[in-house]
């Protein structure tokens, strides 16, 4: 099992709508979660961190954390196509003591005009 | 515009060259890190320095070797690259030591092609 999964797309949403992108990862034990774009050919760019469950909102975008099911999400409302880049989810994970950020491979979102 | 300066923006070398990768930030943050990333993969750390120390190497081979003169600079020493290094190179810091909850701000990276 992955410790980080994201469904890899490409997520096809209309302009407007709203983009749903998911995330799950394996160790019970995370506390800090993150969500980075990343336009092509250019670094990530944080978006949003979470670390306690419910939601956190910023302008158009919502980060949603359950711990209990293991998953985190980015909502992104009246999508707009500069929203168009892959989304990366990151989770802080404890591996033999040692945290290490660990990325998803990252779902590519492609916002329809 | 990043916090994070990477230079060179893009660099070409061959095998048996020696080339540096140089990364600056100010924002008085405690830890640096190098990440590489390969087309369409998600960034793969490299070493980590916390407070100026080197706190992970992620078994990287020895041809690169990381240096962090001070908390502000982090280097990256390249010497007889392979071909397979081509990549995007990754600088990042985060304001607390390593991790601490606190989220990675990266540089705009540093294209490197081995010829």
């Known amino acids: 099992q992955k410790e980080v999964e994201q469904n890899s797309g490409p997520l096809s949403v209309p302009e407007g709508a709203i983009a749903s992108l998911n995330c799950t990862y394996s160790?019970?034990?995370?506390?800090?979660f993150f969500w980075y774009r990343q336009y092509s050919g250019k670094s990530p760019e944080l978006i949003m961190f979470i670390y306690s469950n419910g939601d956190k909102e910023d302008g158009r975008f919502t980060a949603q954390l359950n711990k209990a099911s293991q998953y985190v999400s980015l909502l992104i409302r009246d999508s707009q196509p500069s929203d168009s880049a892959t989304y990366l989810c990151a989770v802080l994970i404890s591996n033999f003591g040692n945290e290490k950020l660990t990325f998803g491979t990252g779902t590519r979102l492609t916002i329809i005009p | 515009d990043t916090e994070v300066t990477q230079t060179p923006k893009h660099l070409v070398m061959g095998m048996t060259n020696k080339k540096s990768l140089k990364c600056e930030q100010h924002?008085?943050?405690?830890?640096m890190y190098w990440y590489k990333q390969k087309a369409k993969k998600p960034p793969e750390l490299m070493f980590v320095y916390s407070y100026e120390k080197l706190s992970i190497n992620e078994s990287v081979p020895s041809r690169f070797s990381p240096e962090c003169p001070n908390s502000s600079l982090l280097n990256l020493h390249l010497h007889a690259l392979q071909p397979e290094d081509s990549a995007l190179y990754l600088c990042a810091s985060s304001q607390e030591g390593q991790y601490y909850n606190s989220p990675l701000h990266f540089g705009n990276g540093t294209r490197l092609t081995v010829t």
């Open positions: 160790d019970r034990g995370s506390q800090s």
């Open positions: 924002m008085g943050h405690r830890a």
